[in-house]
């Protein structure tokens, strides 16, 4: 009886120690090559950005159309459920309304939880370059000011880290090369990106059942 007790505990120990946690998201792009990666604790997982060649599609084009059945009524399934889903979370509300209605509360929510968002620009090292020196002014001077404007709007709407010094820097390269190295680091407690989410669902759902109640009365 201790045990299980000593289990339980335990258990509930690790789930409140997981909800308290950081969700961290790394971006990497260098050397043209991009990579996202994203970690709980110690556990780092690299999302795969590109889809592997699978057995069926493979076998497929080398059996004709033979498996082309089962595969096609999988994908029908799959994608009938996604639409049924979504029409039984918004019922009678027409869809423009409704996406209408998810926009106002993902604002909302946003405007509430963007401050638990921290992001950390590690690095931010753009060249640019252009078909002539002119080109190659203007595309400097846009860029340059895009990147100030972006820092600007991260700095008021979410927790931006301070940056290290040289972490952002813009080039000009007058014989038109073109490059870039972005290393920049998004991290939320789970338990606030939960509250955010389930937030997001209730308040959708009050208001679909309020349409539903307001047409009932009609």
């Known amino acids: 009886m201790i045990i299980a007790l000593f289990v339980i505990l335990g258990i509930l120990a690790f789930l409140l120690l997981?909800?308290?946690?950081?969700?961290?998201?790394?971006i990497s792009y260098r050397n043209q090559s991009f990579f996202l990666y994203v970690q709980i604790g110690p556990i780092l997982y690299k999302v795969p950005l590109q889809k592997k060649p699978k057995y069926r599609s493979l076998a497929k084009q080398l059996r004709g159309k033979k498996l082309s059945a089962p595969f096609d009524k999988n994908e029908k399934?799959?994608?009938?459920?996604?639409?049924?889903v979504l029409n039984e979370l918004r019922?009678?509300?027409a869809l423009t309304?409704?996406?209408s209605t998810l926009k106002d509360i993902s604002i909302r929510l946003?405007?509430?939880y963007a401050k638990k968002l921290h992001i950390k620009v590690e690095q931010l090292h753009i060249t640019v370059g252009g078909s002539s020196p002119a080109a190659t002014g203007i595309a400097y001077g846009v860029v340059a000011q895009s990147t100030a404007y972006l820092?600007?709007?991260l700095d008021s709407t979410v927790t931006l880290i301070p940056l290290h010094e040289d972490a952002v820097h813009v080039t000009a390269d007058f014989s038109g090369n073109w490059d870039a190295c972005i290393q920049a680091k998004i991290k939320i407690r789970i338990i606030h990106l939960l509250q955010a989410l389930f937030q997001t669902f209730f308040h959708l759902k009050s208001?679909?059942?309020t349409n539903e109640q307001q047409n009932i009365k009609i």
């Open 207 to 209: 208001a679909v059942d």
């Open 97 to 99: 309304e409704f996406l």
């Open 91 to 93: 019922k009678d509300l």
């Open 151 to 153: 820092l600007e709007f």
């Open 77 to 84: 399934k799959q994608e009938e459920e996604k639409k049924n």
């Open 18 to 26: 997981l909800l308290f946690a950081y969700l961290r998201v790394h």
């Open 110 to 112: 946003a405007n509430r």
